[in-house]
């Protein structure tokens, strides 16, 4: 069936190095997604979204990548900070639909 | 700030017992509110869409019987789990949409069943 997956489920960095963390989609109808991360024992928190009539979005320190021709979706983080481990989940939304969540990767900053 | 309230953030108890979960979404009004269960190292399932004023959409799976939702106020929506065994432990997340912003959740409601 139509799913959101991650292709890594865990990913570690050297903190002050970059972070990217990578979603795939399966279903071209979904025009609107969403990154949330979520630490331990707390609900997920806004980190940024995407239309899909954008391919590049950017944020403090993160940036929103989204290529419809091959259906994948991918955070950046800039210059990874220990604050930033957390699990990192993308969400997809169709019109009229709820929010559906892939299956997370966990960052884990090297100090 | 927090824009969506969860209460209780812990709940311990025995089984059978019903637990009631409330979710409040703050300076803002929410005629839907989501629920979510998530399992250990497990993503989010929506399990159903609460409607203010009317009965909720519950996902394929979901007892509706077991899970009762209210949605009586605008800026409340209520899950009980009715006669709560072990396998219904799990982190129970709230979500609400305010005014064109993204889905926002709660901090969760961690239910423990012994």
């Known amino acids: 069936g139509e799913n959101v997956g991650l292709h890594l489920p865990t990913l570690s960095v050297q903190e002050g190095d970059n972070s990217i963390i990578n979603c795939a989609y399966s279903?071209?109808?979904?025009?609107?997604f969403i990154w949330y991360k979520q630490e331990s024992g707390k609900g997920p928190q806004f980190i940024i979204d995407i239309r899909s009539n954008m391919d590049k979005r950017q944020g403090q320190r993160v940036t929103v990548l989204l290529n419809k021709t091959v259906k994948h979706l991918s955070l950046q983080i800039a210059a990874t900070q220990p604050g930033d481990s957390a699990v990192y989940f993308c969400?997809?939304?169709?019109?009229?639909?709820?929010?559906?969540f892939g299956k997370g990767t966990r960052l884990s900053v090297i100090a | 700030g927090a824009v969506v309230s969860q209460h209780p953030s812990w709940v311990i108890c025995k089984s059978g017992t019903s637990v009631k979960i409330e979710c409040r979404s703050l300076?803002?009004?929410?005629?839907?509110m989501f629920w979510y269960r998530q399992f250990p190292k497990q993503s989010l399932m929506l399990m159903a869409t609460?409607?203010?004023?009317?009965?909720?959409?519950?996902e394929q799976g979901v007892e509706k019987d077991k899970f009762l939702i209210n949605h009586a106020s605008l800026t409340l929506s209520t899950l009980t789990v009715t006669s709560a065994h072990p396998e219904d432990s799990s982190f129970y997340i709230c979500s609400a949409r305010p005014s064109n912003q993204p889905q926002h959740f709660g901090d969760g409601t961690r239910l423990s069943i012994l």
């Open positions: 969400a997809e939304k169709r019109r009229n639909t709820p929010l559906v």
């Open positions: 300076d803002f009004q929410a005629t839907t």
């Open positions: 609460s409607n203010e004023g009317s009965k909720a959409t519950y």
């Open positions: 279903n071209s109808a979904s025009d609107y």
